[in-house]
């Protein structure tokens, strides 16, 4: 099946990331309830087991609680951490085919299978998965597609589609994923919205010749038990999901537009995980891949860009073709009504891991404008968009090649991992953001892990945060992780603790520092010692 080339090239892309770039701190942060790590509000007693109902209060722990067989089989690495969610977006992929197949036709499901599958923010953002992206994807594709499997004699799928007898399978899987999604990331509201108006206004008498109290309680009975978890949270912080995230920020809703532009070429995370072109000193590449990553780079020139954005913008202009079209206008009310909603939403929108949630809707966008032309342009549009798609990665790709993964991305913190063994014993303090989690996860908790980074942070501590600092700082043994001056998240904190010491008679003694491959210096390893 050509689909299954599509997933492997997902696959393949993935892989070829993987290994690139170190575990960035928000990427380690689903790992917290395995390594005791949470606030007891986020737990739950089930008998003799503690059971983790969130990590934080927007997001849950469904990919935590999956990750329990995977590091007790594997251990944790890079490759535990990043692979299983790549294969997750494979499978996101082919449920893609399966749903455009139903609405469009196979053709159209195959053009899309690649489109996705090759989509630069896509790949990018499943394969670094920190915001946690990769099954919020595959709930919104499998719920849909469940949907139109139950309700495919309505004429939402297409003509010759098969009917299955036992509907309501179908009816119980689309809002259990529904569910699932809202516990993973209670900011799926946004795309419920989305599907709420796009269903409503697309296929509302297909729902009412459908909707029956014994439909309605299974639907209902299957979001609750996948949402179900997120529920009794909430019970029992008295609405903190609501409460401490829902905050309208209308003023902002203009300005987050660059974001979805950004994100629709496949540019959303540039400047983010690969170290830009200017930064010295590069890498050699060396394998015959990596090679002819850097060969292609140079004879296309720089390309950071797909385009999608203009042609999703011209298959606008079309409205006489795509008007009468559910399908395009089920994916362009979704994509409005969810990206509105995230836009409208105080500190959310503005970043790629927000506006990717729209996706595939964009795509099945194009795919129902596309057939509804002339054969061939289909066709002919999506080897251009793939191939477009293809260079803005190999751009990225290359990027990794040669000047390294930076910022909160940098490989230096499997470096710093690798000499933490020999402190196991030792308490830690990590005085600067970016690598708490990371460790954390690398070493699984057996690591004695303190954040001080907190009475770090004022120019003037208050009297309670300086005797907290000076408690630490006459711990016996204790080391401090934190960051060069240069590379400091928290500006000053590497400062304010010299200054602490020194108030003490103590001086900060570098026992290591830490580069990436490149050879920039990120971390150092400290300890304090009386001042000569």
Not at 310 to 332: E, Q
Not at 494 to 521: F, K, Y
């Amino acid at each position: 099946m050509l689909v299954s080339a599509a997933c492997g090239l997902f696959v393949t892309l993935g892989v070829l990331l993987l290994p690139l770039a170190g575990i960035q701190n928000d990427e380690a942060l689903f790992s917290s309830p395995l390594f005791n790590t949470l606030g007891t509000s986020l737990w739950s007693r089930l008998r003799h087991f503690d059971i983790p109902l969130m990590v934080m209060s927007y997001l849950g722990s469904v990919k935590s609680l999956l990750y329990i067989p995977i590091f007790q089989l594997f251990g944790a690495s890079v490759w535990t951490v990043r692979l299983p969610m790549i294969l997750v977006g494979a499978v996101t992929v082919f449920v893609f085919y399966q749903l455009v197949s139903h609405l469009l036709g196979r053709r159209a499901a195959l053009a899309g299978a690649f489109l996705l599958a090759t989509d630069p923010l896509f790949v990018m953002t499943n394969t670094f998965d920190w915001g946690p992206v990769a099954l919020e994807h595959l709930f919104l594709v499998t719920g849909v597609w469940a949907l139109c499997r139950f309700g495919l004699e309505y004429g939402f799928c297409t003509e010759d589609a098969p009917i299955w007898n036992s509907r309501r399978r179908w009816l119980v899987l689309g809002f259990l994923c529904f569910g699932l999604a809202l516990w993973n990331k209670a900011i799926f509201i946004w795309g419920l919205s989305g599907l709420t108006v796009g269903s409503l206004a697309t296929i509302w008498p297909r729902i009412r010749r459908d909707l029956t109290l014994r439909h309605a309680g299974l639907a209902a009975a299957a979001f609750l038990v996948g949402a179900l978890p997120l529920v009794v949270y909430n019970l029992r912080a008295r609405g903190a999901t609501v409460a401490e995230n829902a905050h309208l920020e209308l003023s902002a809703v203009g300005s987050k537009w660059t974001q979805l532009e950004s994100a629709l070429q496949g540019s959303g995370v540039f400047g983010y995980i690969a170290a830009e072109e200017w930064v010295e000193p590069r890498k050699e590449p060396t394998s015959a891949v990596q090679k002819g990553s850097v060969w292609v780079r140079s004879q296309v020139g720089e390309r950071r860009r797909t385009g999608f954005y203009w042609v999703l913008g011209g298959l606008l202009l079309l409205v006489p073709v795509w008007w009468r079209s559910r399908v395009a206008w089920f994916a362009l009310l979704f994509t409005a009504t969810a990206w509105l909603a995230m836009a409208a939403t105080h500190d959310a929108g503005g970043a790629a891991h927000h506006t990717v949630l729209l996706w595939p809707m964009p795509i099945l966008f194009a795919l129902a404008v596309f057939s509804r032309l002339p054969k061939p342009v289909l066709g002919l549009a999506s080897v251009a968009l793939i191939v477009s798609n293809l260079l803005v990665f190999n751009q990225f790709y290359s990027q990794l090649i040669q000047f390294g993964a930076w910022d909160t991305w940098t490989d230096a913190v499997l470096a710093l991992s690798d000499g933490m063994e020999e402190r196991a014993g030792q308490t830690v303090y990590i005085t600067d953001w970016g690598m708490f989690d990371t460790l954390n996860l690398l070493h699984r908790g057996r690591l004695q892990l303190r954040i001080a980074s907190g009475p770090l942070q004022p120019d003037q501590p208050s009297a309670a945060e300086i005797e907290d600092l000076r408690r630490m700082l006459r711990d016996p043994g204790a080391i401090f992780v934190g960051h060069v001056p240069e590379r400091e998240a928290f500006r000053g904190v590497g400062a304010h603790l010299e200054t602490q010491a020194a108030a003490i008679g103590l001086r900060r003694e570098v026992l290591r520092t830490v580069a990436d491959s490149n050879g920039h210096p990120v971390f150092e390893v400290a300890r304090m010692v009386p001042r000569q």
